[in-house]
């Protein structure tokens, strides 16, 4: 990420989750404050789609196109994070909410009054700061902001470490890091966190150059390094479990896009489908 420009991505993804239930139905991730922290002509764009019949607003939609697949990987880790976070508060206290590279990210707002941290890389999360404040949004007094660069800063000595388990989540962003900082920041996050606390992440390994998934990821890489958000690392589940063994973590729970699909996505009628490229990890402090 270039350091004084917030991240694109995280409006991109932030946008996704807001055209989710717009034009597709049922939603599997309801997120209904995101939209206002869209900029203004995204906001503007979905309330023109919003008011179109939904017919119109279906065929908006292409069957199994580049965008639903993005989208679907989206919402479904955005899911998959809330259904791991219940049942982590169902099981027991959950300290706190830390959410890593939270982007445009809504949890503080929506799990209140679950004391939350947002890390964010520092120009992200002022521009999120300031475009809320300007907007007369106020902040939830259970959120607290943390910049932090995990390529420039040691997260451990940026972060406090509840005494008690928390929730972590840390998603839409291992693939812009360098393996070195992915690895660091296991080891910073495992420092930070009793036993018993709990990770979500995602993580995307390559795909077989010239299959439908290996033409939307080299899409997707494009459209990313255009916006100064290139894509660095991708990992098999092997090298994943590599990076976490020996850290304080241990894998508690592994879902292919194949699991994801069939847990998230099955009896629809319209593919919206997790790409084979896209991993999502359970991860538990190990006591
Ligand atoms: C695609 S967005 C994902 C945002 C959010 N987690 C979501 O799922 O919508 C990537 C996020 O990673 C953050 N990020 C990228 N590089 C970073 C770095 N070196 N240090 C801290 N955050 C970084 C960006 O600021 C952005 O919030």
């Known amino acids: 990420m270039q350091s004084d420009m917030p991240s694109q991505t995280a409006m991109a993804a932030a946008f996704l989750r807001a055209l989710h239930p717009v034009v597709d139905a049922p939603p599997v991730f309801e997120d209904p404050l995101v939209r206002a922290f869209l900029p203004g002509y ?26 639903g697949s993005m989208r ?5 880790r955005s899911r998959y994070a809330d259904d791991a976070l219940a049942s982590a508060r169902a099981a027991g206290d959950v ?31 002022r521009w999120k700061r300031e475009t809320l404040v300007r907007r007369g949004q106020a902040l939830p007094e259970t959120l607290r902001l943390l910049p932090v660069d995990f390529e420039r800063q040691r997260l451990e000595d940026e972060l ?11 998603l839409g962003t291992t693939y812009y890091l360098s393996r070195d900082a992915i690895a660091g920041t296991l080891h910073a996050l495992a420092q930070r966190s009793a036993p018993g606390s709990r990770l979500v992440l995602d993580y995307w390994e390559e795909a077989p150059p010239g299959s ?10 494009l459209a990313t390094a255009l ?16 990076l976490v063994s020996g850290t304080g973590w241990r894998m508690a729970e592994a879902l292919d896009a194949d699991a994801q699909n069939r847990r998230y996505l099955a009896d629809r009628d319209d593919d919206l489908t997790v790409p084979a490229f896209a991993h999502l990890a359970l991860l538990e402090r190990t006591g």
């Open 95 to 125: 300290a706190r909410l830390l959410v890593l590279a939270a982007g445009l990210d809504t949890s503080a707002w929506r799990h209140a009054p679950l004391p939350v941290t947002e890390v964010d890389h520092p120009a992200t999360q």
């Open 227 to 242: 916006q100064f958000e290139p894509m660095r690392t991708f990992l098999t589940p092997q090298m994943l479990a590599g």
């Open 212 to 221: 439908r998934d290996g033409v939307l990821l080299w899409g997707t890489r």
């Open 72 to 76: 679907a990987q989206i919402v479904v």
């Open 160 to 170: 406090d470490a509840p005494g008690s388990p928390q929730f972590v989540t840390w």
């Open 42 to 67: 995204q906001q503007r764009f979905l309330d023109r789609l919003s008011a179109l019949a939904p017919r119109w607003r279906r065929s908006f939609r292409q069957r199994r196109s580049a965008l």
